[in-house]
């Protein structure tokens, strides 16, 4: 029996990284967007130290290989460096430490070009920049292979950017590693990060697997932040499998759970009334998005909640609103792929409700592209119904009666209340 246990218990000796990129085709070397939308020094600096990461990660005949691996720097690439320092001082250390590959190979340490890469990709993130962010972060998990810290990063911009085979193997790295380093936090990050794949990817059955995994892990060790994320992400696999009752039961623990100030606390709020809109509750569902959008200054998060609040406002007839909503998406969905799907086919689903047929089947193969270039079979399959409907002029569903039910009347007051407690964002820095 002792010897049955061990061998159900045994992990594998090893789980793979993701294939190392290739350095490209002739044409295009790998991270050429580096220099495609970065201006100036610091973008072609970008863009060699990712190359020398790419170089000091590969596997050489013994360590004294990666000594000379590198010429060393010439002044121009010194005082190339310099400026780019100058252009992006908040990246002033990551910048050095990238460039020490140059200097002295042998004194770079996985932690430190790791904490470089993790750095430059944050940096990165933030402007919206996800092909770097991407970059950088797989490169930190090709350098610090042992953190799972750093491979659960790149499965989450791989996600972020449709690259689901990279993605899912970073994130099975990233649960490895976090076996390995007895870290728990970075165990529940890597099994949500893998069921939200699951779920881009329409499997729900393996994504709840993973949720409710990651929701047990969080409880069990009071992590509440990761309980209430992971009730959150459960929440949402109920609202995609029309099940009322279980979306009620996490939506409460995720509310109980999320502080106040938590980024995702008004996300949930957007999600729930997502949810009032697929039951028809269309008027109900505007003051929460609304709401929402008044705590939220991330401007992918915005983009699509505009284009919940013009559905919602489509439903609830009230073309003012629908329009300006529209409008807002229409400005800023071409920045953000990973959420062009889903506002282009709630864009599609509103004009749907005013009867607009060409305008709902122009989002609607708008949708289907983004999703398609996206690997986002939620919206293909979306996209499609939705076109299938629109070809036969199939009625759109009316709004209900505006008396809500007992449970979802409560829900919805709830969320305004904490919603109403959250600090509005600040105005962005100039």
Not at 4 to 25: F, I, S, T, V
Not at 92 to 109: C, I, N, Y
Not at 316 to 325: C, N, P, V
Request: glycine share 6%.
């Amino acid at each position: 029996m002792a010897v049955q246990k061990a061998r159900r218990n045994k992990r594998p000796h090893c789980m793979p990284l993701a294939p190392l990129r290739r350095m490209g085709d002739g044409s295009k070397p790998v991270g050429w967007e580096i220099i495609q939308v970065i201006d100036g020094e610091l973008g072609v600096v970008l863009w060699n130290a990712l190359r020398s990461i790419y170089e000091w990660v590969k596997p050489t005949p013994g360590e004294s290989e990666r000594l000379h691996l590198f010429g060393g720097p010439s002044a121009a690439s010194r005082q190339r460096v310099l400026a780019a320092v100058g252009e992006a001082p908040h990246l002033a250390q990551a910048l050095q430490t990238v460039s020490l590959l140059r200097e002295d190979p042998g004194a770079a340490g996985p932690e430190s070009i790791g904490e470089a890469c993790a750095q430059i990709s944050a940096w990165a993130e933030e402007r919206s920049l996800l092909e770097v962010a991407g970059h950088f972060a797989e490169a930190g998990a090709y350098a610090d292979p042992e953190n799972p810290a750093r491979a659960n990063a790149a499965g989450r911009l791989c996600r972020r950017l449709g690259l689901p085979e990279r993605s899912g193997a970073w994130f099975r790295r990233g649960r490895y590693a976090s076996h390995r380093t007895k870290n728990r936090a970075e165990r529940i990050r890597a099994l949500l990060g893998y069921g939200a794949l699951m779920r881009s990817l329409g499997r729900y059955e393996e994504a709840e697997a993973h949720y409710l995994l990651a929701a047990k892990l969080a409880e069990r060790t009071r992590r509440r932040k990761q309980a209430a994320e992971a009730h959150h992400d459960l929440l949402s696999i109920a609202i995609l499998l029309d099940d009322l009752e279980t979306a009620e039961a996490h939506v409460w623990e995720a509310l109980r759970l999320y502080p106040s100030r938590h980024p995702y606390l008004p996300v949930l709020g957007h999600d729930w009334a997502f949810a009032l809109i697929l039951r028809r509750f269309y008027s109900h569902a505007i003051p929460l998005v609304e709401l929402a959008l008044s705590r939220v200054r991330v401007p992918e998060f915005r983009t699509l909640m505009f284009s919940t609040l013009a559905r919602a406002a489509a439903g609830a007839r009230q073309a003012e609103l629908h329009g300006s909503a529209e409008a807002q998406v229409l400005q800023h969905v071409s920045r953000f792929p990973e959420y062009a799907p889903a506002a282009l086919v709630n864009l599609a689903q509103a004009a749907w409700l005013f009867n607009a047929w060409d305008r709902a089947e122009e989002f609607a193969r708008r949708g289907l592209e983004a999703a398609q270039a996206h690997s986002d079979e939620r919206y293909q399959k979306d996209a499609l119904d939705l076109l299938k409907n629109l070809k036969v002029r199939k009625a759109p569903p009316s709004e209900l009666a505006p008396a809500l039910p007992d449970v979802i009347d409560s829900v919805r007051a709830r969320f305004q209340a904490r919603l109403r407690e959250a600090r509005p964002p600040r105005p962005p820095q100039e």
